[in-house]
């Protein structure tokens, strides 16, 4: 089994900046690919940004040159540097470790982006 547990979520005016991390524990496989989404009340939960074990990273259209993905795998942590924030990226975030076929999920941190 795999717990993540995310941080780093709350209020922040437009042009501002926060940083989310998920910390992974558990069964952590060598190779995985950790991720963040986003939901919106009444919409499917969306991709925002994934990271392999080898650091090749994706990024949704929408948050290209303002949020970057990093981990530590010695830490097992997966961060989500977000600049620029606009109101159309308040969404609940969550933490997402994909491995051996199966999908983990973190609780979810909520990001309001809001004057």
């Known amino acids: 089994q795999v717990q993540l547990v995310e941080s780093g979520g709350g209020l922040v005016q437009p042009g501002g900046s926060l940083r989310l991390s998920c910390a992974a524990s558990?069964?952590?496989?060598?190779?995985?690919?950790m991720g963040w989404y986003r939901q919106v009340p009444g919409k499917q939960r969306d991709v925002v940004a994934v990271?392999?074990?080898?650091?090749?990273?994706n990024y949704a259209d929408s948050v290209k040159g303002r949020f970057t993905i990093s981990r530590d795998n010695a830490k097992n942590t997966v961060y989500l540097r977000m600049n620029s924030l606009k109101p159309g990226d308040t969404a609940v975030y969550y933490c997402?470790?994909?491995?051996?076929?199966?999908?983990?999920w973190g609780q979810g941190t909520q990001v309001t982006v809001s004057s």
């Open positions: 558990g069964s952590i496989f060598r190779s995985n690919v």
């Open positions: 990271i392999t074990s080898g650091g090749s990273t």
């Open positions: 997402n470790v994909g491995q051996g076929g199966r999908a983990y």
